[in-house]
């Protein structure tokens, strides 16, 4: 029994292909091999074709199940894997918006997550309807998320906006070509600002006060959970059988959670790219006073068990390590690098880094304070000093956002990642343990096998998710020491950020 997953990002599409009972991923691939292109008309616009996602979801398909059909590849007494395919499910870039008509056609680009014009809307929003309320019913402002970017169309481009029978997500399009039914999920309309916690409905107020009929919002389905069948038309495309049910879906970030196995209080998944990304589970409803972090209905939130998922991105991450590559040390690789900074102890001998010199901070309120070097002594301090309080700073920015997420309940148990980017370091992960006092696990998997397994999960395939990740493979485990010793550089840090 093979479930398909599929990953919409805004550089490219992945589809994978996971074997049900091993866990294993068989086959999987991504189109287009170049960045996919972003359109930007206007400074801060960020804008995609959804039928672009969805020709790109074909052609990674269509490559996978060939990859599949190697024997050498995968061993299956039956060489059509895709006759196997039992369920599929979507992972997609958030926050982004797609208006279709009644005849389900798009009536314009998707606004994607990183575009930036409805800033503005959501700051008046914000105000209008007070602080207090929105925090309190939405655990958010609106600020650039999918509702702002829907009044900002009817605000300017109001011929469009009368033309729009749905508006949706990434993940609702995809669901919707290969199901023709136009559905999304709390999870979903909670990335959105789209859904009220308090109430437990779409946010009526927030559309009332926009002027946005409520009817341009999709039916809400279960995350995990029949959510349409696979069109004879999608089938033909995609090279499948028809009548194979979509049954999970989930915005990029809860879904690397539950890839990760990240289901429970306490437990949080993270990435290190060139940005860095903590994703925290609690099981209240809680909101940050600051607005530094964003909390969602994580993948298995209900109103009488509300699982949240508590996000924070933090622009300077491996940008400041790959800075110090290319400017620092250009002539070491990257773990040369790090065994270099191994040589200057916990704490870089009293040298810190503040990360922040890849734009304004949400965690930071928004300020963009830029990176800084404090403490460095030119007769006491070397490279190698250098070289490890950037990866400590960068850990320690992941904890001032750790700390928020305490002060919103959350009992920092386990920290789970990929065995990717900066987890690959040894300082890196080894300081992230020490100051945190978690156990961090690195597991081998990604954003469209966790969106496979998702689906088992949801036909039923699956009992429960823990069951879906059961088969987890676990490549290291990272056990906190010398605990006193980071949070002394830790402490010493943020009294420098501070003040």
């Not at 010199?357 to 963009?368: F, I, Q, T, V």
Request: net charge negative.
């Amino acid at each position: 029994m093979i479930l398909l997953g599929f990953d919409i990002g805004s550089s490219s599409v992945k589809a994978s292909l996971v074997e049900a009972e091993s866990g294993q991923c068989i086959a999987s691939a991504f189109y287009p091999k170049q960045e996919a292109p972003i359109l930007s008309h206007q400074a801060g616009w960020a804008e995609q074709d959804p039928e672009q996602w969805w020709n790109y979801a074909q052609a990674a398909l269509r490559e996978a199940l060939a990859k599949s059909s190697n024997p050498q590849i995968f061993k299956s007494s039956n060489p059509q894997i895709s006759n196997n395919i039992a369920a599929i499910g979507i992972s997609y870039q958030m926050h982004g918006l797609v208006c279709v008509d009644k005849n389900r056609q798009v009536l314009r680009p998707a606004i994607i997550w990183c575009d930036s014009r409805a800033v503005p809307y959501g700051e008046e929003a914000y105000r209008a309807l007070g602080e207090d309320y929105c925090r309190t019913h939405y655990l958010n402002s609106p600020g650039n998320f999918t509702a702002a970017k829907l009044a900002w169309v009817k605000q300017n481009e109001p011929d469009l906006y009368a033309r729009i029978d749905k508006i949706m997500l990434p993940g609702d399009y995809i669901a919707m070509r290969l199901t023709g039914e136009a559905v999304t999920t709390v999870s979903g309309l909670s990335e959105g600002i789209l859904w009220d916690f308090k109430e437990g409905t779409p946010a009526y107020a927030l559309l009332e006060h926009y002027g946005i009929d409520p009817s341009l919002l999709c039916e809400t389905k279960p995350t995990f959970g029949i959510q349409g069948t696979v069109t004879r038309e999608a089938a033909e495309l995609l090279g499948i059988p028809a009548g194979i049910p979509v049954s999970y879906r989930a915005g990029d970030q809860p879904n690397n959670a539950l890839s990760l196995g990240v289901l429970h209080a306490g437990e949080i998944a993270s990435t290190a790219g060139t940005s860095g990304v903590v994703y925290g589970v609690i099981d209240q409803v809680a909101k940050d006073p600051l607005s530094r972090v964003n909390p969602f209905a994580h993948v298995n939130y209900t109103p009488a068990d509300p699982r949240l998922g508590v996000l924070l991105c933090i622009n300077g991450t491996g940008i400041l390590n790959s800075w110090m590559h290319r400017h620092v040390a250009p002539e070491l690789t990257y773990t040369q690098m790090n065994d270099e900074a191994a040589q200057a102890p916990i704490g870089s001998a009293g040298v810190s880094i503040l990360p922040f010199g890849n734009g304004a901070e949400r965690m930071l309120c928004n300020e963009e304070r830029g990176c800084s070097v404090h403490g460095l002594s030119f007769t006491q301090h070397t490279r190698a000093h250098l070289l490890r309080a950037a990866q400590e700073g960068i850990v320690f920015s992941f904890m001032y956002g750790i700390e928020i997420m305490q002060q919103m309940g959350l009992h920092v148990t386990t920290i789970h990642a990929g065995n990717a980017n900066m987890f690959l370091s040894p300082i890196f992960r080894e300081t992230l343990a020490g100051v945190s006092g978690a156990t961090i696990l690195l597991h081998d998997t990604d954003g469209a096998a966790g969106a496979a397994k998702g689906a088992g999960v949801g036909a039923g395939i699956y009992k429960t998710p823990e069951d879906a990740f059961r088969t987890l493979k676990t490549l290291a485990t990272i056990r906190p020491d010398h605990q006193a010793d980071y949070r002394e550089a830790y402490e010493r840090w943020k009294r420098l950020l501070e003040n």
